[in-house]
C-alpha cells in the first residue's frame, strides 16, 4: 500500500497533464475499489494469519533472524569463495595457454629460420636426449627393486643404461 501512496498516485497526480480528465477520475475511482477491497483483505486475512505468527516467529528466543543472517553471510561467502575459485582457473589457464601457444609460435619461427632439414635433425636429438633420460630413470627404478641399489653401487647415471649399452656394443663387435 505505501508504494501505491508514495509511488503511483503522485506519477498519476503528475500525469494529469497529459492525461485526460475522464480518464484519470476512472483511473482513481479504480485505485480506491482496489484500496479499499485490499485493506478489508489485509485486516481480515493478511495480519492476523500471516504478519503476527512471521513477527512472533521472527522474535523468539533461538532467534530466526540471526540464523537468517547466518545463512546469507554463508551464502554471500560461498558466492565469494566461488569467484575466487573462477578467477584464479581463469588466469592459470590463460597462463597455460599462453605457454603453449608460445612454444607453438617459437618452433614454427625456428622451423622457419633454419629449416626443414635441420629443425628434424635437432627435434630427432632432443627426443633422443629424452629418451636417454627416460631410460636412465627406469633402470634406476629397476635396478632400487632389485636391491642394486644398497650402499655402495653405483647410481643409475653411471651403473644403469649406459653401462647395459656398452656392453651390448662389445658383444656385437
Known amino acids: 500500500m505505501d508504494l501505491l501512496q508514495e509511488h503511483i498516485l503522485p506519477t498519476l497526480h503528475n500525469a494529469q497533464k497529459f492525461i485526460p480528465p475522464s480518464i484519470a477520475a476512472q483511473a482513481l475511482s479504480y485505485y480506491t475499489a482496489f484500496s479499499m477491497h485490499f485493506t478489508s ?3 481480515s486475512f493478511f495480519d492476523p494469519y ?3 505468527p512471521l513477527t512472533t516467529l521472527l522474535n523468539s528466543p533461538p532467534d530466526i533472524s540471526s540464523i537468517l543472517l547466518l545463512l546469507a553471510i554463508l ?7 566461488d569467484y575466487a575459485r573462477r ?6 589457464r590463460l597462463v597455460f595457454r599462453l605457454v603453449f601457444w608460445g612454444f607453438v609460435v617459437s618452433g614454427a619461427w625456428y622451423v622457419y629460420s633454419v629449416g626443414w632439414g635441420r629443425a ?7 627426443f633422443g ?15 632400487a627393486r632389485n636391491g642394486a641399489g644398497a ?5 643409475p647415471l653411471y651403473g644403469g643404461m649406459r653401462q647395459r649399452q656398452e ?3 662389445w658383444q656385437r663387435s
Open 41 to 43: 483483505l489485509r485486516t
Open 50 to 52: 500471516i504478519l503476527s
Open 75 to 81: 551464502f554471500l561467502s560461498l558466492k565469494v569463495v
Open 87 to 92: 578467477l584464479i582457473a581463469f588466469w592459470v
Open 120 to 126: 628434424s635433425r635437432e627435434a630427432g636429438w632432443l
Open 129 to 143: 636426449l629424452v629418451e636417454g633420460f627416460v631410460d636412465e630413470f627406469m633402470a634406476g627404478k629397476e635396478s
Open 151 to 155: 650402499a655402495g653401487a653405483s647410481p
Open 167 to 169: 656392453q651390448m656394443r
